[in-house]
């Protein structure tokens, strides 16, 4: 036999062929667990609005209601959503988690009645559907759960008016001329 002969190229080649399917698989293994881990919060948010409990029904059913005026391009929104999915998961049986897509014209007489002038805007209702407290921009978790309990309790909320960071974006042009879109983040357009 000689050496290039397919007898003693196969056993050598077969291991090689192996030796790459093994380090393929554990890199896409790698790759696999890393992208669970790093999973962007707006497929959170995303979920977190599929699971909503409807705005009608939040301000019928007698319960409590965070309401959350949000948008799938909001960062803010974004990186609240883990906290957000938290508090509805320890909350969920006592509260209602109902979440207003701003880009949805549908909710612009609640955008106009609860004055969203920036997201994320969190409104907190009472039992009887009346405003108890509204917070604007990243909240802490342990805020939100504060008002939370206050709203359970059916107590004044500790923070009933708070202000956080908000998403940052260039203010709409062009919007039948109004610098009040909610997309503007509270931004001001000064005229040159």
């Known amino acids: 036999m000689t050496a290039n002969s397919p007898d003693t190229q196969t ?10 399917v093994v380090l393929v698989a554990g890199v896409l293994g790698i790759a696999l667990f890393l992208g669970l881990q790093t999973r962007t919060p707006s497929a959170s948010l995303s979920e977190l609005a599929e699971t909503a409990t409807p705005f009608d ?28 999915a938290q508090l509805k998961t320890e909350y969920a049986d006592r509260v209602n988690f109902s979440m207003l897509n701003v880009d ?13 002038d920036g997201i994320p805007h969190f409104v907190f209702l009472n039992a009887a559907g009346k405003d108890a407290g509204q917070a604007i921009g990243e909240i ?14 059916e107590s004044t909320l500790p923070h ?11 203010p709409q042009t062009g919007v039948s001329g109004s610098t009040d879109d909610p997309r503007s983040h509270g931004a001001q357009v000064v005229a040159q």
């Open 11 to 20: 056993p050598l080649a077969q291991r090689l062929r192996n030796f790459i």
């Open 57 to 84: 029904e939040a301000l019928t059913n007698g319960k409590p209601t965070l309401v959350e005026f949000y948008a799938n391009w909001c960062t803010s929104c974004q990186a609240m959503a883990p906290d957000l």
């Open 104 to 116: 949805n014209t549908k909710w612009l007489p609640e955008m106009l009645s609860y004055r969203i």
């Open 140 to 153: 802490p978790k342990t805020l939100l759960a504060e008002n939370l309990d206050a709203l359970i309790a």
């Open 160 to 170: 009933g008016s708070m202000q956080g960071q908000t998403s940052e974006l260039e």
